[in-house]
């Protein structure tokens, strides 16, 4: 029988958006690469690719630099790279240089482990860099080509804790030490402790149950910060509402700080999508331009349309002053609360702070929607 091994990116893709995952790793469709100008999904490949190699060189005495340009430019030649991009990261992969501390001893590079996790979940993983740092300990290196984690990223990452526990399967007994390398920036150590740990066996355990009893008839798509980045415009519900144009944020309406959040949340993930659908909206107006150079027609038939919502921003002074008692929560929800609690305020109160409203426009990129034209 054939058991499903779950990987450290099957994991985050069902986590941020389940239909994408169907998409992806259920019904295996090719996945669009949604920046056409350069293809990071290639550029990660060809880097990985050139570290792999330099590292398995052993120690370099004579120009190590020199060595790992032509590496790089092999390798970004064969994934078809341009030159602008190889450019940028022959001074990248420089600085990298200076930077890192290179192994001294190597157990492996770029291996894929098959392992089973002391929680019963079987896992894939493709481990970078493997090295003994002393009899006692295993370093762990993961490469990223990406910009660096943010403490909240560190916090919620699946993939380090998953590491761990199948790294430790490999070398028991040993103290692992996980690293992710942002190449272009720095190290960043995964800091555990027991109760990480724990929480973090729970939730693989409960992820992968999920994903195996998923019923992929009913699967539905949610809106999150890797939208952007996801190669099925063509086919999300959610992304196809926002082409109609059907979006609809209730931002700066709500009444308690949970919902502030969560539709901050909202606004900036649909951003996000959005963005993503302005560099195809852009490239359908520039293949239709080169068909017929009617630029006007080409323009009014797929526009991208910018609305702006007016919201009502109270002066913060003034609102803090009615609310002696709790001055933190009305700085924290600032203009958007304040509506709930006009009603319940004291005339004279309620007065100045309605005088010290001014109406302001949100930000025109919250409702960029793609718009056919009828005939
Ligand atoms: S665009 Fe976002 S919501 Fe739609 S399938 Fe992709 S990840 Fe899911």
């Not at 690719?49 to 004579?62: A, L, P, S, W, Y």
């Not at 600085?95 to 291996?111: A, D, F, H, N, S």
């Not at 930000?363 to 005939?375: C, V």
């Amino acid at each position: 029988m054939n058991v499903f091994k779950i990987s450290a990116s099957n994991l985050e893709v069902f986590l941020d958006c389940p239909l994408r995952y169907k998409f992806k790793y259920h019904d295996r469709i090719p996945e669009v690469e949604m920046f056409q100008k350069t293809n990071y999904r290639a550029v990660g490949t060809a880097v990985h690719e050139t570290i792999r190699r330099f590292i398995e060189m052993g120690k370099v005495e004579d120009n190590p630099i020199k060595i790992i340009n032509n590496i790089l430019a092999e390798e970004f030649t064969k994934a078809g790279l341009p030159l602008p991009v190889y450019e940028d990261w022959t001074k990248i992969m420089q600085e990298w240089l200076i930077r890192v501390r290179l192994p001294t001893k190597v157990l492996g590079t770029e291996k894929e482990i098959d392992v089973t996790l002391p929680n019963g979940v079987p896992v894939l993983m493709y481990l970078d860099l493997v090295e003994e740092l002393d009899e006692n300990t295993i370093k762990v290196r993961d490469w990223k080509t990406g910009a660096p984690y943010s403490e909240t990223d560190m916090n919620n990452n699946m993939q380090a804790p998953m590491y761990i526990l199948g790294i430790s399967q490999l070398y028991p007994g040993k103290k692992i030490q996980f690293y992710f390398d942002f190449i272009k920036d720095c190290e960043l150590m995964y800091v555990y402790d027991n109760d990480r740990m724990k929480n973090a066996v729970r939730f693989i355990k409960a992820t992968y149950d999920s994903i195996i009893a998923m019923d992929a008839e009913k699967v539905e798509a949610r809106i999150n910060k890797n939208c952007g980045y996801c190669g099925f415009h063509d086919k999300c519900p959610e992304v196809l509402k926002a082409r109609r144009g059907e979006f609809k944020v209730n931002y700066h309406t709500s009444g308690d700080l949970d919902t502030l959040i969560k539709d901050q949340l909202n606004v900036s993930h649909i951003e996000k999508l959005i963005i993503g659908e302005k560099d195809r909206l852009k490239q359908l107006v520039l293949e239709k331009m080169s068909v017929n150079g009617d630029t006007e027609k080409v323009t009014k038939e797929y526009s991208a349309k910018v609305t702006q919502s007016r919201y009502t921003h109270y002066n913060v002074r003034t609102v803090m002053r009615a609310f002696p008692d709790n001055p933190e929560e009305v700085l924290e929800v600032k203009k958007t609360a304040v509506d709930k609690y006009l009603p319940k305020l004291p005339e004279h109160i309620r007065a100045e702070i309605e005088d010290s409203a001014e109406n302001t426009f949100s930000a025109e990129s919250l409702r960029i929607t793609a718009k056919k034209s009828k005939g």
